[in-house]
């Protein structure tokens, strides 16, 4: 009996905070794992096919890394089971690459990944493992090194992923030309590194 009270007490505990990535920002500084390696551990994984094929990967229009810094009043909440996507403040990033995206708050360490397939002016996102039979669509404009975001349905964690993608601009992490790109004189945003 002691045994199954340990594995339920281990299992609620485990995979309470794990299983969706989420962190409170107490537990990550116990970890103090640096966000660097969340980030690379993030780029070397690629999505599983859950709804739909992944695509080929060929080079998009949009491919590169954005971020954004969302202000708010308040720290995040300490938390076991966080909603996904949750709006939080700080830096947010997001790298579309050959049709893989994924996503990154680097205050809580929460993380994501999934497939995206262009189609026009439209941005479909799919096999997202924290709504796996969901698929979002959005309209997307690149100008400027500024990608926007417009929701056409997406009601992956309860409207969270379109309340967050479609928020603030995502600023370009790419040299604005070749000259700033060589001399890296240019105004990187925040979380570009």
Same mark, same amino acid.
């Given at each position: ?50 709804? !739909?094929?992944?695509?080929? *990967?060929?080079?998009?229009? @949009?491919? &590169?890394? /954005? $971020? ?55 941005? !479909?996102?799919?096999?997202? *493992?924290?709504?796996?039979? @969901?698929? &979002?669509? /959005? $309209? ?54």
């Amino acid at each position: 009996m002691a045994i199954v009270v340990m594995v339920i007490l281990f299992m609620t505990h485990g995979l309470s905070s794990s299983c969706n990535g989420q962190q409170s920002a107490s537990e990550i500084s116990k970890t103090e794992a640096p966000s660097t390696d969340i980030w690379s551990g993030l780029m070397q994984r690629t999505p599983f096919p859950y709804t !739909i094929p992944l695509p080929s *990967p060929k080079s998009t229009v @949009i491919d &590169g890394t /954005y $971020t954004k810094f969302a202000t708010k009043e308040t720290p995040p909440v300490p938390c076991r089971r966080c909603p996904d996507y949750a709006p939080e403040g700080g830096i947010w990033k997001l790298n579309l690459n050959k049709g893989v995206f994924r996503i990154f708050h680097k205050a809580t360490g929460w993380k994501d990944i999934g497939s995206f397939f262009i189609s026009g002016n439209q941005l !479909i996102l799919a096999n997202d *493992p924290v709504c796996h039979e @969901i698929i &979002g669509v /959005y $309209t997307w404009k690149l100008e400027e090194g500024k990608l926007t975001l417009n929701v056409i349905e997406d009601k992956c964690a309860i409207g969270l992923r379109a309340m967050n993608l479609m928020k603030l601009p995502w600023l370009s992490c790419q040299p604005p030309s070749t000259e700033a790109a060589i001399t890296d004189h240019w105004p990187k945003p925040a979380g570009c590194d």
